[in-house]
């Protein structure tokens, strides 16, 4: 997401601001701007990096300022949609970390009262907004508070005035934290913007609004009451801070998923003009690379058990060289760089042959969305770590929600029917976040696989492709050599390799396939194998029969269990690999955006 930093003291802000800017950078950008009052508030800000924006920017005076580095999520990177916004009368300046789900509304009113926008974005709504309460009101602290009853979402908002040097710092579901100076205060929404200048801070909750000047800090709600909110000291390193606390960035974003998976419910979606008809969908092709393959046949079973139309998944290095038969299908890529040049080109030749073209990715603007002809945006964020995590169960999520979408449309799928899976999904971020809360009962689980150099990961029907995905996890993170198969298949082939030495990790939700899966997991067991199982908590008596290990998930439709099943698969490898010492975040040979074929 964005990065915020605010400074308000007296020392000229605008090289300490773009130094702090700096700091986030870590976090993936790809625009940035700053703001500095002087009497009046200059605004400098474009697409690209810091050092580019600092190349162009004057020297600004001012001790009083905000600075952003975008990540795009509505409107594509570009001056015009990056921060800072100023409203139409150049009063005040703000930058916005966060999504804004009711901004088309407030903005179709806005126009209708005549403000002029000048961006694409969600945020610029928020500016506006309070340039009309402060019309209305005349005051600046009054128009805040009213603006903030009307915004529904999530949103960290730094807001500055012409000839005040006070910042308003407002949290709602977006992190703030103000770094407390002497004679000086600095806001950030990431630690390690703050860390050169003080250790002194104070974390904004939930509903917080504070008026921050050089000599104070003053917090009150949403009604103006105060909140009295204690300074914390923090003994982080700077490349402790950057990981959030966490010892890799891969384990922080596994804990994210829960807010990922939230904000992606909230996807956006950019259609043509000419709203496609889905009663004349006969099929549907999924296209895509590595984890984003694995979504991808996950998608097969959503998509099919809900449309009710067959589905075929493809490897895109696979696809674009087949023979070039017409295609008829509406064709989805994933992936979730957007720029994985397998994906790009598959997406080129779909268009060729003649299919209408889906992408759904998580950056915004990327090559992949001028390469097809409809985008489903994911809101999981920046991720780091080479790994996918947040990003592929985000995908998950839109592939559900697409599903829901045709299936309703279509008339395939009963709204009643549509309206309970969606209920279903709306409890999905909690399910997750009972997974990571089990956190160390998974690490006891990856102690007994530590020593393995060749291990298996089984299931079946929608579970299939989950096993793919955790054996995807663990080779690529923990070097241990990990097949993902079904587990009718087992028997095939693979069953010879098995032995005391490889362990076997089964997925077994209760659906249509448990017994089977039960079967399967006791040939297993014949072979001596050890076995570790994933299932619903309500049936750990059942499974801790079969299994030496049980890693129990919060229950839920089959449909969906992919999600807690995968965050589980995730902490497993992650802590199998942090305990054999590998290199987590790089694994070696591996790049997190696969430009070349
Ligand atoms: C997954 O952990 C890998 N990093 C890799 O398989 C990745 O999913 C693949 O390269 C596709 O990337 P994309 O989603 O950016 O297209």
């Known amino acids: 997401m964005c990065g915020i930093v605010g400074y308000t003291g007296d020392r000229e802000a605008q090289e300490l601001l773009l130094s702090s800017l700096k700091r986030l ?35 600004m005076k001012g001790r009083t300022g905000i600075a952003h580095t975008r990540w795009a999520t509505h409107g594509v ?32 009113e806005l126009m209708k009262k005549g403000h002029i926008f000048s961006s694409e974005t969600d945020s610029e709504v928020i500016v506006h907004l309070i340039e009309d309460f402060f019309k209305e009101i005349g005051d600046t602290e009054k128009a805040v508070r009213a603006t903030v009853k009307r915004l529904e979402g999530s949103y960290a908002i730094l807001l500055i005035e012409k000839e005040s040097n006070r910042i308003f710092a407002i949290r709602n579901r977006s992190p703030l934290v103000i770094g407390l100076g002497d004679g000086e205060n600095f806001i950030a929404s990431d630690v390690p913007a703050l860390l050169e200048h003080t250790s002194s801070v104070i974390y904004l909750q939930e509903g917080d609004i504070a008026e921050v000047t050089p000599e104070r800090v003053l917090i009150t709600d949403h009604d103006g009451n105060a909140m009295k909110r204690e300074a914390q000291e923090i003994e982080w390193s700077l490349e402790d801070a950057e990981k959030g606390g966490y010892k890799h960035f891969m384990l922080k974003e596994i804990f994210e998923q829960p807010s990922a998976i939230q904000d992606s419910m909230r996807g956006r979606w950019v259609e043509p003009a000419d709203r496609y008809n889905h009663r004349s969908l006969r099929s549907i092709k999924i296209v895509a690379c590595g984890t ?23 490897v895109a290095s696979e696809y674009r060289y087949s023979p070039p038969i017409r295609e008829n299908s509406t064709v989805i890529l994933i992936t979730q760089s957007g720029e994985t040049a397998d994906t790009i080109a598959a997406a080129v030749e779909a268009r060729r042959r003649g299919g209408r073209t889906i992408a759904i990715t998580n950056v915004v603007g990327s090559t992949i969305t001028r390469e097809v002809d409809e985008v489903i945006y994911t809101q999981a964020g920046p991720e780091m770590g080479v790994a996918a995590t947040k990003t592929f169960t985000t995908q998950l999520v839109a592939l559900y929600q697409l599903a829901l979408r045709y299936g309703v449309e279509s008339g395939r799928l009963d709204y009643d029917d549509a309206k ?3 209920r279903e999904l709306r409890l999905i971020p909690r399910k997750v976040r009972a997974v990571l809360d089990s956190h160390e009962d998974i690490e006891k689980v990856a102690e007994f696989l530590r020593k393995a150099e060749n291990m298996f990961f089984i299931g079946r029907n929608i579970n299939y492709p989950t096993a793919m995905e955790g054996a995807l996890k663990m080779k690529e993170i923990s070097y241990i050599h990990a097949e993902g198969y079904p587990a009718g298949e087992l028997k095939h082939g693979p069953l010879a390799l098995l032995t005391s030495e490889t362990p076997v990790l089964a997925i077994a939700c209760r659906n249509a396939t448990f017994e089977k899966m039960l079967g399967n997991i006791r040939e297993v067991g014949a072979r001596e194998s050890p076995i570790i199982v994933v299932g619903f908590k309500k049936d750990r008596r059942i499974l801790e029969r079969y299994a030496d290990r049980v890693i129990d998930i919060p229950e839920t439709i089959p449909l969906l269990s992919p999600i807690p099943v995968s965050v589980a698969l995730q902490l497993l490898s992650y802590y199998t690999a942090d305990m054999r010492g590998a290199e987590i975040d790089r694994p070696r040979n591996l790049a997190k955006s696969v430009t070349v074929e």
């Open 420 to 422: 309970e899976i969606e």
């Open 25 to 59: 950078e870590y976090r993936g950008y790809d625009s940035a701007g700053i703001a500095i009052v002087s009497g009046e508030i200059t605004i400098f800000k474009d697409k690209g990096n810091i050092n580019n924006l600092s190349k162009q920017i004057p020297k």
């Open 77 to 108: 990177p570009m001056k015009n949609n990056s921060h800072p916004f100023s409203d139409c009368t150049s009063r005040f300046a703000l930058v916005h970390n966060g999504i804004i789900e009711n901004y088309q509304e407030i903005k179709d």
């Open 292 to 314: 984003s393959y694995h979504a991808g046949l996950t998608g097969k079973y959503i998509l099919e058990e809900i449309l009710k139309i067959p589905v075929t998944v493809e």
